[in-house]
């Protein structure tokens, strides 16, 4: 498995919006299922939200669906998270890591291994 490279995160007021980057330096994202993840403060890491490429409706955890979105840009390689409406919950150190191959199908529970980056830390001010 590849290890993917986060970018975006920041420190914003609640009610904010903010928008992660997931990239590789030469692999094509576009070949794979790509899902992102978040570790709050002494929580276990929760799986927010996978795309693929058979399934055109991306996966989102119940945490996040209508205030997340996951898309990607195939002609910058990357897969984004757009996070609207941030809460004091959503502080955390934000993943994001493959998941399969281009016939995977996202849904939930989200689970992976890893390999994981260093990630990008946002922070939600109250």
């Known amino acids: 498995q590849i290890q993917l490279v986060e970018s975006g995160g920041g420190l914003v007021q609640s009610g904010a919006s903010l928008t992660l980057s997931c990239t590789h330096p030469?692999?094509?994202?576009?070949?794979?299922?790509i899902a992102w993840f978040r570790q709050a403060p002494g929580k276990e890491r929760e799986g927010l939200a996978c795309?693929?490429?058979?399934?055109?409706?991306?996966y989102y955890a119940d945490s996040v669906t209508g205030r997340f979105i996951i898309s990607r840009d195939v002609a910058k390689n990357t897969v984004s998270l757009q996070m609207n409406s941030l809460q004091s919950d959503d502080t955390g150190l934000y993943h994001c890591?493959?998941?399969?191959?281009?016939?995977?199908?996202?849904?939930?529970?989200?689970?992976?291994?890893?390999?994981w980056g260093q990630g990008t830390q946002v922070t939600v001010s109250s």
């Open positions: 030469w692999a094509t994202l576009d070949l794979y299922a």
């Open positions: 795309i693929s490429n058979n399934d055109p409706m991306p």
């Open positions: 890591a493959v998941m399969g191959g281009p016939n995977h199908v996202c849904s939930g529970p989200l689970s992976t291994s890893g390999p």
